[in-house]
T-cell receptor, first 116, second 116 residues
């Protein structure tokens, strides 16, 4: 089974600053998908950004971007111009491209604190 | 909003009692999932379904059973609840869009289950 590691249990950032959350994964496959999900205190899981392994270009969604390093099996999330509403738990997730139920493997999460 | 509801949203029960959690979707997606979320573990897959009456086990399926008698409902049953099953349970769907390979998942609001 593929493993996803988030080595930072907690991170802190000041409002308007930039923060990077780390994620590494272990796989022997060449085709797969990676995701970042946000979980605010409301507990709802919200998809932030997605990346296909065969695409070399890093995904971007407004203030959120990723640094996808396929050879290093690294998938970090950069949040620019941090806002108070970005405070949440962030989960990195991996999914194989093969049809094995399309289930996600999640990391343990990083808790992001945003200070004024 | 992917039209996913979960019921109940909160439940407190006693050890040894049966519990059934319901996930309902309104968009006829084929793939549905049950995850549990525990501190320090992220989300872990319990069971998933790829169609009516078609289900398979996930990483932490012991003590759980599922049923899917119609497309819109996916039930998770704890035959005899134990304190180790105290958790937050999330249902998810995976829309398979033609021409799109992302296969991201969208989550319901979660059910907090406490087993005393």
């Amino acid at each position: 089974a593929q493993t996803v590691t988030q080595s930072q249990p907690e991170m802190s950032v000041q409002e308007a600053e930039t923060v990077t959350l780390s994620c590494t994964y272990d796989t022997s496959e060449s085709d797969y998908y990676l995701f970042w999900y946000k979980q605010p205190p409301s507990r709802q899981m919200i998809l932030v950004i997605r990346q296909e392994a065969y695409k070399q270009q890093n995904a971007t969604e407004n203030r959120f971007s990723v640094n996808f390093q396929k050879a290093a099996k690294s998938f970090s999330l950069k949040i620019s111009d941090s806002q108070l509403g970005d405070a949440a738990m962030y989960f990195c997730a991996y999914r194989t491209a093969s049809n094995s139920g399309y289930a996600l493997n999640f990391g343990k999460g990083t808790s992001l604190l945003v200070t004024p | 909003d992917a039209g996913i509801t979960q019921s109940p949203r909160h439940k407190v029960t006693e050890t040894g009692t049966p519990v059934t959690l319901r996930c309902h979707q309104t968009e006829n997606h084929r793939y549905m999932y049950w995850y549990r979320q525990d501190p320090g573990h992220g989300l872990r897959l319990i069971h998933y379904s790829y169609g009516v009456k078609d289900t398979d086990k996930g990483e932490v399926s012991d003590g759980y059973s599922v049923s899917r008698s119609k497309t819109e409902d996916f039930l998770l049953t704890l035959e005899s609840a134990t304190s180790s099953q105290t958790s937050v349970y999330f249902c998810a769907i995976s829309p398979l869009r033609q021409g799109k390979r992302y296969n991201e998942q969208f989550f319901g609001p979660g059910t907090r289950l406490t087993v005393l």
